[in-house]
């Protein structure tokens, strides 16, 4: 299975638009039936899809956050058992970088994780290292600190996870990270994950557009793409969509 995730973050979106541009551009094309497109808009448009909308692929919805925390006074949360309540939310974005930087802990992303895991939503787990961290050559050392405590929990089944690489360098800039940068990051994750023991999936985000990604899909062990700024577009998410 190989995955297109839209990430929308916190954009206005007209999502009856989205989804006529993004239906009137597949048209007739064939998307690739291995192909599994997950949207992740924010918590209020997510009861406003369901597949009746985007008949023609393998759609999900996903979540862009959830609470660590099961129920209880966490004000303005979101719980695992909430999101499950709309079935067709299947997945959610966790330790997205722009949540790290507003204070998540690799502790909180995994107790993120465990929350959607019991509630059986996939998380989509967001890593990456700075522009700085590259530069000192400590790229695989802060990956691993990353993933280390989620990979090695033998009460964490790593298989119902995804994995999404998304360098901060290359987040929202227009340039995505070099091939050789995602090859070398994602052989790295799969030293740490014997895939040939596991069937976890490990994807890319970073500036992904519709003339990027066939590229970015050639590279060894990518099994999809999170896109961000080119999801707004209905138009541009099918292009990407039909290079799968
Ligand atoms: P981008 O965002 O595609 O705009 O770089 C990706 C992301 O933040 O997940």
Partial sequence: MKYLV???????????????DFNNN???????????????????????FNQNHLSKINFSMGAQ?????????FTGEISAEHLSEFSEVRYCIVGHSERR???????????????????????II?????????????????????????????NLNIDSCI???????????????DLETINNS???ITKIIDLNKSNLKILYGGSVDSENSGE????????????????LDGKEFANIAKKF
């Fill in 65 to 73: 956050n959830v609470s660590g925390n099961n129920s209880g006074a």
């Fill in 186 to 188: 994602i052989s790295y």
């Fill in 26 to 48: 597949l048209n007739d094309s064939n998307l690739n039936d291995d192909l599994r497109i997950v949207i992740c808009p924010n918590y209020l448009q997510l009861p406003k």
């Fill in 126 to 154: 967001c890593f990456g290292e700075s522009h700085e961290i590259q530069e000192k050559g400590e790229t695989e050392k802060f990956l691993n600190s990353q993933l280390n405590s989620i990979v090695n929990d033998e």
């Fill in 101 to 123: 930087s507003a204070g998540e802990t690799d502790a909180m992303i995994k107790a993120k994780v465990k929350q959607l895991l019991t509630k059986n939503i996939t998380p």
């Fill in 216 to 231: 970015i899909l050639s590279v060894d062990n990518v099994s999809g793409l999170l896109v961000g700024n080119s999801s």
């Fill in 163 to 177: 994995l999404a690489y998304e360098p901060l360098w290359a987040i929202g800039k227009g340039i995505p990270a």
């Fill in 6 to 20: 839209a990430n929308w973050k916190m954009n206005l979106i007209n999502s009856k638009n989205w989804i006529c």
